[in-house]
């Protein structure tokens, strides 16, 4: 739940009006990779899992730091969607995943 929704604040859709387009500078860019793909909230979903497993590893994390690794990992993919990757592949690349 911690993920679905962080991810949907980043993207600007959290409370969002059904059509309307998202506000955050991640949600636009966001947008541009629903063209390439139809599942691509699921491969972002996946992507940002990867990125917590990443950080959480790196930071030797116990369940108590939780908060502070998921906001680690919304700053990352925010910026990473910020920089406007054209595909999952360029944003799996800005965030250092090599999967």
């Known amino acids: 739940m911690n993920l679905t929704f962080t991810l949907a604040d980043v993207l600007g859709i959290?409370?969002?009006?059904?059509?309307?387009?998202?506000?955050?500078?991640?949600g636009r860019a966001?947008?541009?990779?629903?063209?390439?793909?139809?599942?691509?909230?699921?491969?972002v979903y996946c992507v940002m899992f990867a990125?917590?497993?990443h950080?959480?590893?790196q930071r030797k994390a116990?369940?108590?730091e939780f908060g502070a690794v998921l906001k680690q990992v919304r700053d990352k993919l925010?910026?990473?969607l910020?920089?406007?990757p054209q595909s999952i592949r360029q944003l799996k690349q800005h965030l250092g995943l090599q999967y």
């Open 14 to 26: 959290a409370r969002s009006k059904p059509g309307m387009l998202p506000k955050t500078a991640a």
């Open 30 to 43: 966001f947008c541009q990779l629903l063209t390439e793909s139809d599942v691509a909230f699921e491969e």
């Open 51 to 53: 990125l917590l497993d």
């Open 55 to 57: 950080v959480w590893v």
């Open 62 to 64: 116990s369940y108590m």
């Open 78 to 80: 925010d910026a990473a």
């Open 82 to 84: 910020q920089s406007k």
